[in-house]
């Protein structure tokens, strides 16, 4: 970075902090988003960490520094605080591949199921959803449920495929992916573990099959950060959104991580499109002009509320 970046980017920090102490707003950040919004952060975390700490924040505001579907988790566990998010364009793909309308119907057309439905969801999908879950506790809570126990999983079909494998569950899957996670490239995956024998491979459970039977640890963003930490490998393949990296290289300034490429890529990154629309500069604004805001429709927060706790009480 040079010396004027460098500069302007300080310069946007302060504003920020200043801006925020004068607002009374709290900033949450997903490990996704880029550095520089990771360090101006109150908290960062996965999807899971995020909700728990909006459920209990006292502040007025709440900025969302993630994706749309986050901002709407936020608001719907908190409906009297203000929530923000620094670009309304920030979306979802896996939410995306899951339309609450078409969703609705596949649920009606199998009475008798059970409906557990993935963070990554709109609202409106949550609505029609008995209970939400995380990468970090989705094994748990179907473990929670009977044995025998009728079971609709969406949107993932990638993490409803890993569930069912370490559950024996046969669970019915909604044919939705994030992709990301999609994107990643086997081959490559093989050619670094050819360089590089020693490190461990780290795969998010939104994978392709094939990278979670290369893998070595398999977790969600926050697990796969707690493993890098305490395990004694210097070297580590990580095979989810680049973002976590910032993370992982602040807490362990001695290892060493390589990201795993996509498949149409000669760079080695993946990164999600979405989650880097939140820039410094739209933090700044939405904290000045206190907006954008996410409001969700109140019929639809308080049948979406019920599985978000249900989670929470579950987790």
Request: include cysteine; glycine fraction near 4%.
């Amino acid at each position: 970075m040079d010396v004027d970046k460098a500069s302007a980017t300080r310069a946007l920090k302060d504003e920020i902090k200043k801006l925020k102490e004068e607002k009374g707003a709290v900033i949450l950040a997903h490990y996704y988003t880029k550095g520089e919004i990771q360090e101006v952060a109150d908290y960062i975390g996965d999807s899971l960490a995020l909700a728990r700490i909006a459920s209990k924040l006292s502040a007025p505001v709440i900025v969302m520094c993630g994706v749309h579907f986050m901002g709407e988790t936020a608001k719907i566990l908190c409906p009297d605080k203000k929530v923000l998010i620094p670009d309304p364009e920030a979306g979802c793909s896996l939410a995306d591949s899951c339309p609450a309308d078409e969703f609705e119907k596949f649920v009606k057309a199998h009475p008798g199921y059970e409906v557990i439905s993935y963070v990554n969801t709109s609202a409106a999908v949550k609505a029609h959803t008995d209970v939400v879950v995380t990468s970090s506790n989705a094994r748990k809570i179907v473990d929670s449920f009977p044995a025998d126990a009728k079971l609709i999983f969406g949107p993932d079909r990638n993490l409803g495929s890993y569930i069912n494998s370490v559950t024996g569950r046969d669970m019915l899957l909604w044919d939705g992916a994030c992709h990301v996670h999609e994107q990643f490239s086997v081959e490559k995956l093989v050619e670094l573990k050819k360089q590089h024998p020693e490190a461990k491979v780290l795969a998010h459970p939104e994978c392709k099959r094939a990278i979670i039977l290369l893998a070595d640890v398999v977790g969600s963003t926050a697990a796969l950060l707690d493993y890098a930490v305490d395990s004694d490998c210097r070297e580590f393949i990580v095979a989810t959104e680049s973002g976590i990296l910032h993370e992982m290289q602040r807490k362990c300034p001695d290892k060493t991580f390589i990201p795993l490429p996509p498949n149409d890529s000669t760079c080695g990154c993946n990164d999600c499109s979405f989650m880097k629309l939140n820039t410094l500069e739209k933090l700044r604004d939405c904290l000045r002009d206190g907006r954008p805001e996410v409001t969700v429709d109140p019929e639809v927060a308080e049948k979406a509320r019920r599985p978000i706790d249900r989670m929470l009480s579950l987790s």
